[in-house]
């Protein structure tokens, strides 16, 4: 466990309350902490850049309250040679993948008492899905997953509920294991979900996250994901829904630390409703050291209504010459009307051309989703917002595009 008086005594806050200019060289250099107090607390102006999409109004609880929080109702399943535990704070792996980079995740750090323990062993290939149900009220979840090197295995974890929920994953992934982690927000409409998740990726390990948020009233989630041994390999995918009234935020950090380590970041959402929001921030830094690096991040928004708005911003760090490659793509618009003309110039009805547009925008990312139930969970999202959207109001027979004329 980390000694929180020790990492007070040299905090930023601290070092600003006597006088003294904090510079930030590169994102590297950022301030972190278990202790809430050791942030400010943020406004939503000025130079905030962590805070500057996010309505302060709503995220105001997670960055204010640090008590009165129960523990969220947590079950779970488990198939192959992994095991799951209820443990204490004190147990030496909860909090040892990093330490909270800013004041909600810190705050969510004091909130929990007890947490989830997942273990995925070397063996057959093990499934977990870890269920996180936050009653209404103020809840907290911490959820610590570890897969022992040269292991195999899928940890999916799900939040519901109608209540407010503060959240920490924190994950493990030991030399040369393979590991998929899918984190699903599918709460009521009453929900707000604030949740900090934080990666380290060890030597040669290919390790899979993938978001789906299909609910809440307002979630915020932040990622970070630490390359810090060479040859590993990251992908970060997610899948958003946003409807009218609705707050949904994103935000990774990929840090390249190691050399000969590979990322890549997929991000698509659809919009649809009056005042509907989403960010996404990616966030990119290959150090000096991270010598052939190959990393790649694109954000995709698709809005199908007016009034909707997504707001998104890749950003890449280089501080070596010597990469195998770095890039950054991010779009936002409406239907691509030549695909469109495409499909209706082949018979094809205007209602049923757009929602096949909308499918394919997503076909890309559900096809690298390879568990089933997900997979359907954001299917019928998709579908949901269609109807919603008024782009066709009943179900159609794909069998008619079965002829291999598309």
């Not at 995740?105 to 870890?130: C, I, M, N, P």
Request: hydrophobic share 40%; charged share 25%.
């Amino acid at each position: 466990m980390v000694d929180i008086s020790q990492l007070a005594a040299t905090s930023e806050a601290h070092a600003e309350s006597e006088g003294f200019h904090v510079t930030h060289s590169d994102r590297s250099d950022r301030f972190k902490s278990f202790n809430p107090v050791d942030f400010p607390v943020p406004t939503g102006r000025g130079e905030e850049e962590d805070w500057r999409f996010t309505p302060m109004d709503r995220v105001a609880r997670f960055i204010h309250d640090g008590e009165n929080y129960t523990d969220a109702r947590v079950t779970y399943t488990v198939t192959g040679d992994a095991t799951v535990e209820r443990v204490g704070r004190e147990d030496a792996r909860i909090g040892s993948v990093s330490v909270p980079d800013d004041r909600a995740a810190a705050l969510a750090w004091q909130a929990f008492r007890e947490a989830t323990a997942v273990t995925v062993k070397k063996g057959e290939h093990s499934d977990v899905v870890v269920q996180i149900h936050a009653d209404e009220g103020m809840n907290a979840a911490h959820t610590y997953v570890a897969s022992e090197p040269e292991s195999s295995g899928t940890v999916v974890v799900e939040h519901t509920g109608g209540g407010l929920l503060t959240d920490t994953i924190e994950v493990e992934v030991g030399a040369y294991s393979t590991l998929t982690v899918v984190s699903v927000q599918e709460q009521e409409e009453s929900a707000a979900h604030h949740l900090a998740q934080r990666f380290r990726v060890g030597k040669g390990a290919t390790f899979k996250h993938i978001v789906v948020t299909i609910g809440g009233n307002f979630v915020r989630m932040t990622t970070e994901a630490d390359l810090y041994e060479e040859g590993s390999e990251t992908d970060l995918l997610g899948a958003y829904i946003t409807e009218g009234g609705q707050h949904q935020e994103h935000r990774i950090f990929v840090d390249h630390k190691a050399a000969k380590c590979k990322s890549n970041a997929n991000y698509k959402g659809a919009l649809q409703g009056q005042d509907a929001h989403s960010v996404w921030i990616g966030d990119v830094l290959i150090r000096a050291e991270a010598s052939g690096t190959d990393t790649y991040e694109l954000n995709r928004n698709l809005v199908l209504t007016e009034g909707a708005k997504a707001d998104s911003v890749p950003n890449l760090e280089i501080l070596t010459g010597d990469i195998a490659g770095a890039g950054h793509a991010s779009a936002t618009g409406r239907f691509d009307e030549l695909q469109l003309f495409y499909l209706m110039a082949r018979g094809i009805p205007a209602d049923i051309a757009r929602r096949l547009v909308v499918r394919g925008f997503f076909a890309e990312l559900v096809e690298q989703i390879e568990v089933d139930s997900v997979r359907r969970k954001l299917m019928d999202a998709i579908e949901r917002e269609l109807d919603l959207a008024g782009i066709v109001s009943e179900d159609f027979d794909d069998s008619i595009f079965d002829d291999g004329d598309i």
